[in-house]
DNA sequence: AGAAATATGTGACATTTATCACAAAATAAG
DNA sequence: CTTATTTTGTGATAAATGTCACATATTTCT
């Protein structure tokens, strides 16, 4: 396999001074696997010695809760996967599954440690990423449980049209089920409210295609709960 | 004012290595505050440049969702309070408030980020440190969703008992609309809760003092949910 | 100490969401 | 291509919790 790690690793150079040095250290220590829709990449309660990055796609991050399975978050490439449950702990903390075809480049835990280390930009980096991302989750946590079932679903859907795929128009990764477990409800509850915005001219909608027509309509929605 | 830093950093020596010339750095950048009980420490919105240590007490951090405050944990010295808030941004993303009399050690920003950069223990030692808060973010949040009521009491009591005091008998720092405010209900539910414990013969309250009877059986309660 | 503000105890009632049940559709598997 | 499995659509009902309304304590402030 041609060695990609120098385009894995340009995305941080934008905001990361990494030495050529440094480069080949990743680009020998790395491995890239394709994960298909629905793969798991990561599993909570294994063993674990990578630190993981998505190279391309997009997962979910999930946890087992009391009851049922919590999805935490949708991320998109590129980024890395499960920092926080690489560090804590040996074992996954967290489960990590593609919910579209991706990419992931593992990366032995010792080498990246090292690197850390040795590159104090690519440390800082890697410090705002976890503060940022634990900000997110703080602030997340607050809005699910205090806005009811529209505010959350207007939520999700602005999340995949501004953040995930930049585009009024998009196919739903997740089924409605799975948007239950993100914003805590059935997935009944999800059903009705998505006829609810459909019948109100929000969306529109066909199969899992959907295409958002009164942007506003949904930020407002979103921000009075 | 008598210079305690090595007092403050003998916390981080167990599991850190500082060297007296790193610890003589911090010594002439830090200036210790006392709060009084319900003092606020770090107010959201507000700019800063500090990096901030809960030398004594214990402080709630809390910041505002959509509809009401929302409060996120609640920590005991020693520890740092506000690191992702104070790296993500120069301006605090959330709330810091004393609920018992604290004493809070103030460290340039500047100077704390040169000792990340020197002192390669001390670097992951606090990115251990976020990866735990974040893990524990997300494992609070799921819980605090998918139970109800009697499990995030039942929560909450354990926490205080076994996390924040280590004791079974204690006096609550927290308002019941405060507790309400945690696991995001009423001061309502949260009072009607408690009066069941007391009737269950779970808890002992008399004012604020609290003292758990049937720990065992609490655990039951917040295990089923 | 006395007044004002804040915190607690408790009932009645409205609302939201969870749950169950079952049919229809769409996808995946052989 | 046909069967099995997973998703989606929708009604009826139950259960949990939020909300309002007051009375009573308790704390804080002057």
């Known amino acids: 396999m041609k060695n990609e790690c120098a385009d894995c690793a340009c995305v941080l150079r934008s905001s990361v001074n990494m030495k050529d040095c440094q480069l080949e250290m990743l680009g020998g220590s790395h491995v890239v696997v394709k994960f298909k829709k629905g793969d798991s990449i990561i599993k909570q309660g294994v063993f674990s010695t990578n630190v993981t990055f998505l190279r391309k796609g997009m997962a979910k991050i999930h946890i087992s809760g009391p009851s049922r399975e919590q999805i935490v978050k949708l991320v998109k490439a590129p980024t890395y996967l499960g920092l926080p449950t690489t560090f804590g702990d040996k074992i996954n903390q967290y489960s990590v599954t593609s919910v579209i075809d991706s990419e992931v480049c593992f990366i032995d835990l010792e080498v990246f440690k090292r690197l850390l280390g040795e590159n104090k930009d690519f440390g800082s980096y890697i410090l705002m990423?976890?503060?940022k991302s634990e900000m997110e989750a703080y602030r997340r946590c607050a809005s699910r449980t205090q806005k009811q079932m529209r505010g959350n679903l207007a939520d999700v859907?602005?999340?995949?049209?501004?953040?995930?795929?930049?585009?009024?128009?998009?196919?739903?990764?997740?089924?409605?089920?799975?948007?239950?477990?993100?914003?805590?409800?059935?997935?009944?509850?999800?059903?009705?409210?998505?006829s609810e915005f459909i019948q109100d001219g929000i969306i529109e909608m066909q199969g899992r295609q959907i295409k958002?027509?009164?942007?506003?309509?949904?930020?407002?929605i979103s921000q009075n709960g």
Do not use: H, Y
């Open 212 to 220: 958002i027509i009164d942007k506003k309509m949904l930020k407002m």
């Open 157 to 194: 859907l602005l999340e995949f049209s501004e953040n995930l795929f930049e585009a009024d128009q998009f196919i739903l990764p997740l089924s409605q089920s799975d948007i239950g477990n993100w914003v805590d409800t059935g997935r009944e509850s999800i059903n009705r409210t998505l």
């Open 129 to 131: 990423e976890l503060c």
